[in-house]
């Protein structure tokens, strides 16, 4: 089961893999770009680990941002992973040391591998550890390959951060067109845009996160009374 469980893992994490390798690779380059070492390419890969926030981090550094601005701004940009967290209390629970490195690890490509259980015949507690550990795996590479081709080549990095955005897009439509139920993608994007009319660019991404979270619940609820389950 162990060798299947891993085998399982690998090959779910190969569409992340081909995302994060092109990530990390623009992450490294812009952090180089920048004039930090491919070493800090390493810590910031391993120890952060949050791939918007490590780009939104390149920008902090190189412009002297206070303690205090930084802290708020990882706030506001990570705070999605609250109710990601929540969703996965249940799937997460006794998972002994290994508890901690998922609650790390869990990053929104990894949550939408995991977020539906482990495979038939797999251990969940192994499969959830492989695939954390695969993705992250995957981005460190990316990262320090970036920092060297970013150390080795000169050339002009605008428009590089888009690659994260470019990401999200992507799994949003895989997500979308293989779910049996559309109404959660759909909920997502209407409550999305809603927030961002109301409370603009630059702060409608909490209030679209608490709406989300409510319209869902509602219809969690709503399916639940009507006998379809959650």
Known sequence: MRSKTVKQAFLASIPVMAGYLVLGIAFGILLEDKGYHFGWAILMSVLIYAGSMQFVTVNLLSGGASLISAAIMTFLVNARHIFYGISMLSKYKGMGKSKGYLI???????????????????????????????????????????ALIG???TFNTAGIDFAMTALFVTIFTEQLLTAKDCFPAVAGVACSVVCLLVFGAESFLIPSMVAITVVL??????RKEGGAGI
Do not use: R
């Open 104 to 146: 790390f690890s869990l990053t929104d490509e990894t949550f939408a591998l995991v977020c539906n259980g482990a495979p038939k015949d797999c251990d969940p507690k192994k499969y959830y550890v492989c695939v954390s550990f695969f993705n992250q795996c995957y981005w460190v590479i990316g990262s320090v390959v970036g």
């Open 151 to 153: 150390s080795a080549i």
């Open 217 to 222: 619940l509602v219809y969690g609820a709503l």
